[in-house]
């Protein structure tokens, strides 16, 4: 068994969406799994001293909106632009741990989800209330969820999360480790697909 | 004939050395000319308040050293990175408008080896004398490209295609822009072929 690709992404970050869409099945091509690491950019960004590609100047912000709706036609997923972007992501991230930690397949199914939700239906998916609605409706019981969502294991292990982030290099959405490798950016989908077809080059 | 494509690149961009060395094959293959334009990343960045990618912080510095190599690579390019980077580059950028108001083919031939010449051989090309140096090689007229760097005129075209570039909305290098259809980064290379091929997507 060769060892799970560990995939890093705020779920905020459009190109981290993308991603999210082909990597699971890109993997598994190459007998791999995937370590999903929801991360939240604030933090992130906070540290490096970097921004959300829409607010760092004018002319980067409108070609990025523009890249994500055609980097998304172009790798056929469909795409809605949120009207509350960015976000803060801190609840869907805790609502990932926990149920992770009850059933991988429903985490999984659940950022899914939430994903689309942000990125196809233009849900705001900061508030907790989101948060719990987009978990029900995959079968999660909303009390439990809810109760968890403020548990303080739950709200240390995003932060554990992030720290570890931080401290192996990462600094940005989607970061994507394969074998001690890096790969930044949705973008990177054929560079990943190269090495894991040739493990390494 | 369908309308040239126009690729914007500072001589000191890795990714543009990258994109420069694949652009006119593919734009051949459609049927279209590329207009080559040199500009000043130390300009553009000034105005949009952005900075190198080696510069902004020490992860995204150690992992863009890294990508650079390896996307070279990936393109079955040579690439040393050089001892002097980032560095000043309007000599060359006038070294090529100059030549091209001579001989647009010797002005190409100039522009891939000043880029061969930092990014493969790992020479300063920062300086006139190393520009004429690299001129000189491929049979540039030293004496005439010498004066040609200091004239008024030379001076000016290379400061009006970076406020063009600034006009248009260019905010880093590599920048390609096929009917008004703008291109970041060497990693849009398939989703150029791809707006080359089907006109649009």
């Given at each position: 068994?060769?060892?799970?690709?560990?995939?890093?992404?705020?779920?905020?970050?459009?190109?981290?969406?993308?991603?999210?869409?082909?990597?699971?099945?890109?993997?598994?091509?190459?007998?791999?799994?995937?370590r999903?690491?929801?991360?939240?950019?604030g933090?992130?960004?906070?540290?490096?001293?970097?921004?959300?590609?829409?607010?760092?100047?004018?002319?980067?912000?409108?070609?990025?909106?523009?890249?994500?709706?055609?980097?998304?036609?172009?790798?056929?997923?469909?795409?809605r632009?949120?009207?509350?972007?960015?976000?803060?992501?801190?609840n869907?991230?805790?609502?990932?741990?926990?149920?992770?930690?009850q059933d991988?397949?429903?985490?999984?199914?659940?950022?899914?989800?939430?994903?689309?939700a942000?990125f196809?239906?233009?849900?705001?998916?900061?508030?907790?209330?989101?948060?719990?609605?987009?978990?029900a409706?995959?079968?999660?019981d909303?009390?439990?969820?809810?109760?968890?969502l403020?548990?303080?294991?739950?709200?240390?292990?995003?932060?554990?999360?992030?720290?570890?982030?931080?401290?192996?290099?990462?600094?940005?959405s989607?970061?994507?480790?394969?074998?001690g490798?890096?790969?930044?950016?949705?973008?990177?989908l054929?560079q990943?697909?190269?090495?894991?077809?040739?493990?390494?080059?």
């Amino acid at each position: 068994m060769k060892p799970p690709i560990d995939f890093y992404f705020d779920f905020s970050s459009p190109y981290g969406y993308l991603l999210s869409e082909k990597i699971d099945a890109l993997a598994a091509q190459y007998g791999r799994k995937v370590r999903w690491h929801p991360i939240l950019l604030g933090i992130i960004f906070k540290a490096t001293g970097s921004a959300p590609l829409t607010l760092q100047n004018a002319a980067k912000a409108s070609y990025s909106l523009h890249d994500f709706s055609r980097s998304a036609r172009f790798m056929g997923l469909p795409y809605r632009h949120p009207d509350n972007f960015p976000l803060p992501t801190q609840n869907a991230a805790r609502a990932y741990y926990w149920l992770h930690g009850q059933d991988c397949a429903l985490a999984r199914q659940f950022a899914h989800a939430a994903y689309r939700a942000l990125f196809v239906d233009n849900i705001d998916i900061s508030a907790p209330e989101a948060v719990l609605e987009i978990a029900a409706k995959i079968g999660v019981d909303r009390r439990n969820l809810e109760t968890a969502l403020q548990s303080p294991e739950i709200k240390e292990r995003l932060k554990d999360e992030v720290d570890n982030a931080l401290k192996i290099g990462v600094f940005g959405s989607p970061h994507v480790i394969i074998d001690g490798e890096a790969f930044f950016g949705a973008d990177r989908l054929p560079q990943i697909e190269h090495w894991l077809k040739s493990g390494g080059f």
